[in-house]
């Protein structure tokens, strides 16, 4: 009996517009991991299905691959390729290794009123890349994280800046009694790299304005600020030009202990990161 290979469904995403990884690309659409076969020799395609053992898989496979595995050369009898791409070039389908990833899931629920948060921008973020998914109508969201990204400690970040925005501009929006009940707070994650989060329910607060009067402060030599393009460090100047001049960059902005663990600095004052994808 001849091998198989099944591909479900051609992956219409583009290639060239997902983000860049060791192993190939990530699909932020999918948040999953891409693996990028087209280079590899026979003996590491080899190593990399049986290590997948009959798990789906997504990646991209050019034709002398494809016609490897078919052939007998590699045993992949169950293996499934769940992606395929052919855009600009006809002779690529696509493919990922599920050995190679951690996965996190949960659901966000609203605090105040115990309802599941939809639409919620959900980060995994490291100096150098992010991974991001959305939640879903029930407030559930997946992500699947390349092993390489996963340090010591960790950092999961749940953005409601566009939910907000979308509260603050509705006309309809019945304004509560405390000053921004309504509004979900940006939420940060510390997780480890032995935790396993998987399912768990995460509780959001609302968004409190305090008005401090008459606070005393204590001030020392400030610690300094530390700015990442791309995970590469810049001076302040030119990191304010590019988030100016490219507004649909993805920027982030932390301190304390979240702005630590991504930097991998322990004395610092904030953590600006800007992303070109």
């Not at 583009?14 to 690309?25: C, L, T």
């Not at 019945?174 to 009940?181: C, G, H, L, Q, R």
Request: proline share 4%.
């Amino acid at each position: 009996m001849k091998n198989q290979i099944k591909i479900k469904n051609p992956c219409p995403e583009n290639w060239e517009n997902m983000q860049d990884f060791p192993s190939g690309k990530f699909c932020e659409k999918c948040s999953k991991c891409v693996v990028d076969f087209t280079e590899k020799t026979d003996e590491q395609i080899n190593d990399i299905l049986q290590t997948a053992n009959g798990q789906e898989i997504c990646g991209r496979i050019s034709k002398r691959s494809l016609a490897i595995a078919v052939t007998g050369i590699i045993l992949i009898t169950n293996l499934t390729f769940v992606q395929a791409q052919t855009q600009n070039n006809p002779g690529v389908v696509t493919e990922q290794k599920a050995t190679d990833i951690t996965k996190v899931s949960g659901k966000l629920i609203f605090k105040r009123t115990n309802n599941e948060i939809s639409n919620a921008e959900v980060f995994f973020i490291c100096k150098s890349k992010y991974i991001k998914t959305i939640t879903d109508e029930n407030g559930n969201f997946t992500l699947e994280i390349p092993n390489e990204l996963i340090e010591r400690k960790n950092v999961l970040y749940f953005d409601f800046d566009k939910l907000n925005n979308e509260t603050y501009k509705n006309p309809d929006r019945k304004v509560p009694n405390t000053i921004n009940a309504d509004i979900y707070e940006n939420t940060s994650i510390i997780f480890s790299k032995k935790e396993q989060i998987n399912e768990k329910e995460f509780q959001i607060e609302s968004q409190h304005q305090y008005l401090e009067i008459g606070a005393v402060v204590v001030t020392s030599e400030n610690p300094p600020d530390y700015y990442y393009f791309n995970g590469k460090s810049i001076g302040e100047k030119k990191f304010d030009k590019l988030k100016k001049e490219n507004p649909n960059y993805q920027y982030f902005f932390f301190k304390d202990r979240e702005a630590e663990i991504i930097s991998g600095k322990g004395y610092l004052d904030s953590l600006q990161l800007l992303y070109s994808n």
